[in-house]
């Protein structure tokens, strides 16, 4: 498993839009392609805010935690 590449800050930003994206795709009644998407979207953002590892970010080399958090990677050129 990767190691947590995401922020606090992001974290919580990612967990609240993808709260605010699923609940609006709920209301929606007939679901068509971009619903979908949207939900999938969604859930993607839920479980990167709860889980802090985002593998997008991995495959970019980017990582948003604080230096002095004790979870993030350690690797040099790390923030």
Known sequence: M?????GN?????RLI???ILMG?????SPLNG???FIAVVSTALILN?????????Y??????CSA??????TEPGCP
């Not at 002095?68 to 990677?73: A, P, T």
């Open 68 to 73: 002095g958090d004790e979870n993030c990677r």
């Open 24 to 28: 609006w795709t709920l209301t929606q």
């Open 2 to 6: 990767i190691e947590r590449n995401l």
């Open 34 to 36: 971009m619903e979908w």
């Open 59 to 64: 495959v970019l080399d980017i990582n948003s």
């Open 17 to 19: 839009a993808g709260i």
């Open 49 to 57: 805010g709860i889980f802090s590892r985002c593998y997008l970010w």
């Open 9 to 13: 800050i992001e974290r919580s930003f």
